[in-house]
């Protein structure tokens, strides 16, 4: 047998790892380990595994009966969302993706793959549609790594060292930020209306100054709260001389006014919700957009793709200003551009292109119309209050429990099939016993009325 058709197997002979050993130069693995990882961080006791299985069935019996004990939304009736939702993605999507041509394809010139690289291609075009913008990149690794690209962008744009991010971000998103803005680009929070649980004008207005490059707003922000203000923010920030930037949730664009309607500068954000299933929390991949001005365009770090006639006469589908990229200049990149996640631009482009506007637009409805008849149910639940924040929720809303914690309630509802909501006491102490509840347009009136009845039981 050739060793090109062996399969990956970990080297665990112990002939085989001395041979590699002596060729190291080290008497051990914990001597090859200790050189590099401060003892401190060393495991003191070896881990609780069984032992080696010899034979594959066995290994996949044994790794399937871990795999089994895990619950999904599959069996669960889930409410939770804060950043990764459980949609209803269409048979169609998987079945594409799953074609060779995309699947497995990896490099290759533009020009000559006009496969691959046109259903990027058009995956940007109805993204630029759906956002009424007129560039968007290739994906990014996900909408953490959008966010704090695009605000470098606007650091080079404005040749300034500060942002302003609104405190009502997704917390995962901000914690992502920090780290790729650390430690030569100044963050600032602005703090959220305890009331509205919108983004507080007044103390950006206090905040912001001649240094800031750019100022980000969440809409609809982590609350669920529709950010009615954000063309304000946008005023304000141009005022200062900073871009404006919006971290938007592309899937509810078919009903809400584009970032681009109201000021932004730039558009970042996750297309998880674009046909991409949940996978355990990893299906992610980040979108930037912007309008077409020069400035801008030239601080992408992540690829383009345009179209372009080709010397026999056909259209082509490569790279816009390919000199921007780590490809063409990789010491002094804006930023390292890798293997992204190009596959889930092509899950999103199905998707949209199966939807089409008018099925973004009931997707919107439907969402939108399904939480408020969740609110309205829940409004019934003694010891539960809805919407404490007075802002206009969309398909995410805060519920708060009087006497119970958020953890007693999801452990609970767990018992009885449901997925609870997200816990806001971890990251927004101020709030008290608060969880954030997401509806999709899998959500059904049984579900809801399903959480309904159990919450009465449990708070009751």
Same mark, same amino acid.
């Given at each position: 047998?050739?060793?090109?058709?062996?399969?990956?197997?970990?080297?665990?002979?112990?002939?085989?790892?001395?041979?590699?050993?002596?060729?190291?130069?080290?008497?051990?693995?914990?001597?090859?380990?200790?050189?590099?990882?401060?003892?401190?961080?060393?495991?003191?006791?070896?881990?609780?595994?069984?032992?080696?299985?010899?034979?594959?069935?066995?290994?996949?019996?044994?790794?399937?009966?871990?795999?089994?004990?895990?619950?999904?939304?599959?069996?669960?009736?889930?409410?939770?969302?804060?950043?990764?939702?459980?949609?209803?993605?269409?048979?169609?999507?998987?079945?594409?993706?799953?074609?060779?041509?995309?699947?497995?394809?990896?490099?290759?010139?533009?020009?000559?793959?006009?496969?691959?690289?046109?259903?990027?291609?058009?995956?940007?075009?109805?993204?630029?549609?759906?956002?009424?913008?007129? +560039?968007?990149?290739?994906? =990014?690794? #996900?909408?953490? !790594? &959008?966010?704090? *690209?695009? @605000?470098?962008?606007?650091?080079?744009? %404005?040749?300034?060292?500060?942002?302003? +991010?609104?405190?009502?971000? =997704?917390? #995962?998103?901000? !914690? &992502?930020?920090? *780290?790729? @803005?650390?430690?030569?680009?100044?963050? %600032?929070?602005?703090?959220?209306?305890?009331?509205?649980?919108?983004?507080?004008?007044?103390?950006?207005?206090?905040?912001?100054?001649?240094?800031?490059?750019?100022?980000?707003?969440?809409?609809?922000?982590?609350?669920?709260?529709?950010?009615?203000?954000?063309?304000?923010?946008?005023?304000?920030?141009?005022?200062?001389?900073?871009?404006?930037?919006?971290?938007?949730?592309?899937?509810?664009?078919?009903?809400?006014?584009?970032?681009?309607?109201?000021?932004?500068?730039?558009?970042?954000?996750?297309?998880?919700?674009?046909?991409?299933?949940?996978?355990?929390?990893?299906?992610?991949?980040?979108?930037?957009?912007?309008?077409?001005?020069?400035?801008?365009?030239?601080?992408?770090?992540?690829?383009?793709?345009?179209?372009?006639?080709?010397?026999?006469?056909?259209?082509?589908?490569?790279?816009?200003?390919?000199?921007?990229?780590?490809?063409?200049?990789?010491?002094?990149?804006?930023?390292?551009?890798?293997?992204?996640?190009?596959?889930?631009?092509?899950?999103?482009?199905?998707?949209?292109?199966?939807?089409?506007?008018?099925?973004?637009?009931?997707?919107?409805?439907?969402?939108?119309?399904?939480?408020?008849?969740?609110?309205?149910?829940?409004?019934?639940?003694?010891?539960?209050?809805?919407?404490?924040?007075?802002?206009?929720?969309?398909?995410?809303?805060?519920?708060?429990?009087?006497?119970?914690?958020?953890?007693?309630?999801?452990?609970?509802?767990?018992?009885?099939?449901?997925?609870?909501?997200?816990?806001?006491?971890?990251?927004?102490?101020?709030?008290?016993?608060?969880?954030?509840?997401?509806?999709?347009?899998?959500?059904?009136?049984?579900?809801?009325?399903?959480?309904?009845?159990?919450?009465?039981?449990?708070?009751?």
């Amino acid at each position: 047998m050739s060793k090109r058709n062996v399969p990956y197997i970990p080297n665990s002979d112990p002939a085989i790892q001395a041979g590699m050993l002596k060729a190291i130069g080290a008497r051990s693995i914990d001597e090859l380990i200790e050189r590099n990882i401060p003892k401190e961080l060393l495991m003191k006791e070896p881990l609780k595994l069984p032992a080696p299985f010899t034979a594959e069935g066995d290994l996949v019996r044994h790794v399937s009966a871990i795999l089994d004990k895990n619950r999904t939304a599959q069996e669960l009736t889930c409410f939770l969302g804060a950043g990764c939702w459980n949609r209803y993605v269409p048979a169609l999507v998987d079945e594409v993706i799953g074609r060779s041509e995309f699947l497995s394809a990896y490099a290759g010139e533009p020009y000559e793959d006009h496969g691959r690289f046109q259903a990027c291609f058009e995956y940007e075009s109805m993204m630029a549609e759906l956002l009424d913008c007129d +560039v968007v990149n290739v994906p =990014n690794y #996900d909408g953490s !790594q &959008a966010a704090g *690209t695009s @605000l470098r962008m606007a650091t080079r744009v %404005t040749k300034r060292d500060e942002v302003l +991010v609104t405190a009502a971000l =997704n917390p #995962d998103v901000l !914690q &992502a930020v920090r *780290t790729y @803005l650390d430690p030569d680009v100044a963050l %600032t929070l602005v703090d959220y209306d305890r009331r509205t649980g919108r983004v507080d004008l007044a103390d950006l207005e206090k905040k912001l100054s001649h240094k800031a490059a750019a100022v980000l707003v969440m809409n609809p922000n982590f609350f669920g709260i529709v950010e009615e203000e954000a063309e304000e923010a946008a005023r304000m920030a141009h005022g200062a001389g900073a871009l404006f930037l919006v971290y938007a949730e592309p899937s509810l664009l078919g009903v809400m006014k584009p970032p681009f309607q109201y000021g932004a500068d730039i558009a970042c954000g996750d297309i998880q919700g674009l046909g991409i299933h949940m996978n355990y929390g990893g299906g992610v991949a980040g979108y930037i957009a912007s309008e077409d001005r020069p400035e801008i365009v030239r601080e992408y770090p992540s690829r383009l793709f345009g179209l372009a006639p080709t010397t026999h006469g056909e259209w082509g589908f490569g790279d816009v200003m390919w000199e921007r990229t780590s490809f063409a200049n990789r010491d002094h990149a804006k930023e390292f551009v890798g293997t992204h996640a190009a596959l889930w631009s092509i899950a999103a482009a199905v998707y949209l292109a199966s939807m089409g506007p008018e099925g973004m637009r009931e997707l919107g409805q439907t969402i939108l119309q399904r939480s408020l008849l969740a609110r309205r149910r829940l409004a019934s639940v003694p010891g539960l209050t809805v919407c404490p924040l007075s802002g206009t929720p969309f398909a995410e809303f805060v519920v708060r429990f009087e006497g119970r914690s958020v953890a007693e309630v999801n452990e609970a509802l767990l018992a009885r099939g449901i997925l609870g909501g997200y816990d806001l006491g971890a990251k927004f102490p101020e709030l008290g016993q608060c969880a954030l509840l997401c509806v999709t347009e899998r959500t059904t009136e049984e579900d809801i009325d399903g959480l309904t009845a159990a919450l009465t039981e449990i708070l009751g």
